[in-house]
């Protein structure tokens, strides 16, 4: 990114650790809160699950019915809606208020980051949408990194609600600086579209295949990474100190894969850079599931597995709200919505898939198996590719 981008891109970067981070920490929470709130290990991960529920359905219909919205206002609405829902999670005192809440802050999870990653696309512009992308989801990506580590040493520390009330601070500063520096287009394209636009490109067949590359792409890759804790204890037996330091390494490779995929879509065009990160991610879990036992081939796959999942992060998303430019022209953030519902959806359908594999052949199969959902990705990607160029010589 060059120095004209607009530093309220930053602003949209932090705001993304934010929402990232509140999702993931939870994960390495669990014991402590199941045991204050004296519930289940299970019933406090539906957590997990109430705040992907709200990010899949806030994405899409939320922006879509919002459609005549002016973005600012709906950047602000969605992160006082994420402050609000931390605030009352570290006030709750048993599991029901606490699951509204994560739904809730669930919900404004996924309108901002469709409408984030919409509005950096149009303050850069087209031909460095890719990295205005990158950077807006390298909160997330380093969120991902740093969240359930982090969370569980700072559990360590704190008690579980002070962790939830120190994420509302910073959706509270997230707030405060969107409200400051974000600028207000009085000619917003929003502003001429309506509910129903929003609603007719939820459900347009161009950017439903565009989002179903994502979900099979995700899908693929969470059906192992879901597991990999497990296999490398157990599989390629590692000691626990080990495999917490490929994890680590899977979450740096994470964020270089994620600005390294921004740069190669601006290069090569998005198309392209979806096709490269595809075969990679096809190639690495394939050989995943022939290396498994090798703990230096691993330790390199597990890197490479990190960069090539959150490459197509940026790819993926400027692909999807490219396809909105030619079919949903009023209606971006819905289309962004749309994808970011498909990472969502991946990321759920993986660990099923995954779970399914492992319980009826074994932790490595779901190394073949999600190499076998991305191929079929690929072959959905190239049909689409060659579909809209035969439609553009007949037009012609």
């Known amino acids: 990114m060059s120095e004209r981008t607009p530093f309220v891109i ?9 929402l990232g981070f509140t999702e993931f920490v939870t994960i390495g929470l669990v014991s402590n809160i199941s045991e204050d709130l004296h519930t289940s290990v299970s019933q406090v991960g539906t957590a997990v699950t109430a705040y992907a529920l709200g990010a899949v359905i806030g994405a899409p219909g939320l922006t879509a019915l919002a459609t005549r919205w002016p973005r600012k206002r709906l950047l602000l609405v969605a ?4 402050t609000l829902g931390n605030a009352i999670v570290s006030l ?9 809440a994560r739904f809730a802050s669930g ?3 996924g309108v901002f980051l469709a409408v984030a990653s919409s509005v950096a696309t149009q303050l850069v512009g087209r031909d460095r949408a890719g990295a ?5 989801f390298g909160g997330l990506t380093l969120a991902l990194a740093l969240g359930v580590p982090l969370g569980t040493y700072l559990g ?14 910073s959706g509270a500063i997230g707030f405060l600086g969107l409200l400051v520096l974000m600028p207000t287009d009085h000619h917003d394209a929003s502003n001429q579209a309506n509910a129903l636009d929003g609603l007719k490109a939820m459900f347009n067949p161009r950017l439903l295949a565009g989002a179903g590359i994502t979900v099979l792409a995700y899908a693929g890759s969470f059906a192992l990474y879901t597991y990999i804790s497990p296999i490398l204890l157990h599989v390629t037996q590692v000691h626990e100190s080990t495999g917490s330091l490929l994890m680590l390494g899977y979450g740096v490779m994470a964020a270089i894969g994620n600005v390294w995929g921004g740069r190669l879509t601006d290069r090569k065009g998005a198309d392209y850079a979806v096709m490269i990160i595809l075969v990679g991610l096809a190639v690495v879990l394939l050989a995943i599931g022939a290396s498994a036992v090798s703990v230096v081939l691993m330790a390199i796959l597990i890197g490479l ?25 009023q209606a971006p953030a819905v289309a962004s919505g749309l994808n970011i519902a498909g990472f969502n959806g991946g990321i759920a359908l993986g660990s099923i898939l995954g779970g399914i594999a492992l319980e009826i052949t074994g932790l490595v199969s779901t190394a073949w198996v999600g190499a076998c959902v991305v191929v079929l990705g690929i072959v959905w990607m190239l049909f ?3 579909s809209a160029k035969s439609k553009r010589a007949v037009v012609r």
Not at 132 to 136: C, E, G, K, L, T
Not at 309 to 320: D, H, K, M
């Open 10 to 18: 930053y602003v949209f970067a932090l705001c993304a650790f934010a």
């Open 305 to 329: 597995l990190g960069a090539l999942t959150y490459a197509a992060v940026p790819a993926l998303q400027a692909r999807v709200i490219g396809l909105s430019h030619e079919h949903a022209p």
């Open 107 to 109: 919900l404004g999870h």
């Open 132 to 136: 205005a992308v990158a950077v807006v």
């Open 156 to 169: 360590s520390l704190f008690n579980w609600p002070v962790i939830f009330m120190a994420v509302a601070v």
């Open 92 to 100: 709750s005192d048993s599991l029901t208020p606490m699951l509204v």
């Open 79 to 82: 992160m006082a809606l994420f």
């Open 384 to 386: 689409q590719t060659v």
